[in-house]
């Protein structure tokens, strides 16, 4: 700035000018010497002020980002994931001159990695198609290579991407890629090839090909360096939801579709009682056992060791599952219960104080019930039976578990409000 000021003084024709240019020279070098606002000095330090501002601003953003990655899963990233990729050296194949919608079934049988949340290959070991397995968008890209001994005519094709519903259904062409390979005395030549379509249900894809060279004759072709990306897709989360994705998987392991229908199902109170509505009354070995609907007592004093049968039904009777745990509530301690298969017993275990959970087995059809008795054994016992497909607890119990998971809901939701905004 000061050299400006005595190059106008050094130009100036005039006395006034040259007056005017000395004094703004002058006026400069006071502001720089006293830290005036307005001095190079200060400027350069603002400058420098917002240059260090705008580089933590950078280091903020790029931290948030790094932070965004790394916790990022198959159902959090933001930006598209690549679930598929192949190797950079393609598998050949030789196609004769006219060849017209020729599947190329070597597309996908040099897989280096792949998802398998999003993609399968239903034929490794010939590789001509992929099983896409949620509806999205994706992108594929690929390099198409023709190659053959002592040079190449000129070759036009047309590569076609095929999707269908199932494995041998009807297949339809979804994206079509013109490409022309100029003749040359080179052996070989590439080209990029990319498809972006979307899919709305489970999906296979092929690729097909034909040429329309123009003789006899043949050449080679591969596919190679394959990439497929899902860009976006059904259920999808946000970065900021991570957290409360586990909300939907309930105490047994069930996962429910969403939060609501997780915490309906979670806190609607007692759970049902599986165990059928009885009413009988019999004496057995000096014991009398009286069922009312599902109120049990068993009372007297045993003459001789035995079991006293309860209950013998169908698990489908009583609405229960092969291979799905339940809660036995009501028996006294250490009834017997067995699991029956046509061919014979299963499983059988023991309901305990400190144990009361129960595995139906694979192939049970039958469960019985069995309070064991010994020989002058004074019983009394009265209770409520029941069968839960989750524990059953007290009103108070579900309270403060309630009251629990509430406030550690309340301190996601503010997490997720308070979360700062991407900027636009």
Known sequence: MISNYLKKIKEAIYGEEVRSSIHDAIEQCYKDATGHPDSVAAVVLGLSKEIVERKTDVDTERKRIDNLIAAG???????????????????????SYLAADVVYDKM????????????????PQQGYVAKLLKPGLYHMKFVARVSRTGGLPEVPMRIVLQSAASLDGN????????LVFPATSSTSLQRNVEFTFAINQLTYIKLLVTNVVDGSGSFNFSAADCQITVIDWAGKLCGSMQEVVDARIGEDGTKYSNLGEAIRNQAQGIPGNLF????????????????????????????????????????????????????????????????LSETGTCEETQITDANNKLTVPDGA?????????????VLNYTGTIK??????KTYQEQINELSTKIDAMQEIITKIVTAPQRRQ
């Open 365 to 377: 059809r039958t469960i019985v019930l069995n309070v064991v008795v010994k020989y002058k054994d």
């Open 276 to 339: 059928p509505r009885m009413n009988y009354n019999h004496t057995i070995y000096g014991i009398t056992t009286i069922l009312k609907g599902r109120e049990f007592s068993i009372t007297g004093t045993a003459t001789e060791n035995g079991l006293i049968e309860i209950a013998n039904e169908l698990i489908t009777t009583v609405g229960m599952e092969n291979g799905k745990t339940y809660f036995v509530y009501g028996f006294p301690s250490g009834t017997i219960v067995t699991f």
């Open 73 to 95: 899963t198959a159902q959090t990233q933001e930006i598209g994931k690549t679930i598929l990729s192949t190797s950079i050296n393609g598998t050949s194949v030789a196609m």
């Open 108 to 123: 996908f049988n040099n897989v280096l990695s792949k998802d398998d949340d999003f993609i399968t290959i239903p034929y």
């Open 171 to 178: 297949y339809e062409a979804i994206k079509t890629e013109y």
């Open 387 to 392: 069968i839960c497909n989750r524990e059953s």
